[in-house]
């Protein structure tokens, strides 16, 4: 694993859900995938394939595009704001492995 994403969502129901961002390494491509679980992981589809498959010199910034998503979720593609989820007690975090 080489980062994962966890929202607790307060708002509502108390619901949490975490999405895990994966690599694999082949001679000369890297292989991403997304695995997701818990009460939000149908907001982004992590089960069909790869989330990304890159040349392993590409300058793609795979991790800050999996943030990205991630907050994505958890703002509900932009239906609230941070201040207004923190105010509720909603949290996101991240942790690179």
């Given at each position: 694993?080489?980062?994962?994403?966890?929202?607790?969502?307060?708002?509502?129901?108390?619901?949490?859900?975490?999405?895990?961002?994966?690599?694999?390494?082949?001679?000369?491509?890297?292989?991403?995938?997304?695995?997701?679980?818990?009460?939000?992981?149908?907001?982004?589809?992590?089960?069909?394939?790869?989330?990304?498959?890159l040349s392993k010199d590409s300058?793609?910034?795979?991790?800050?595009?999996?943030?990205?998503?991630?907050?994505?979720?958890?703002?509900?593609h932009s239906e609230f704001d941070?201040?207004?989820?923190?105010?509720?007690?909603?949290?996101?975090?991240?942790?690179?492995i």
């Amino acid at each position: 694993m080489v980062i994962s994403c966890e929202i607790i969502d307060r708002c509502g129901v108390g619901a949490h859900t975490y999405f895990e961002l994966y690599r694999m390494s082949s001679k000369n491509k890297n292989y991403y995938k997304v695995l997701g679980g818990g009460a939000y992981a149908d907001s982004w589809d992590s089960g069909s394939g790869f989330y990304e498959i890159l040349s392993k010199d590409s300058k793609t910034d795979v991790i800050s595009n999996f943030k990205d998503a991630c907050n994505e979720v958890f703002t509900n593609h932009s239906e609230f704001d941070y201040d207004e989820l923190d105010e509720n007690g909603s949290s996101i975090s991240f942790e690179y492995i």
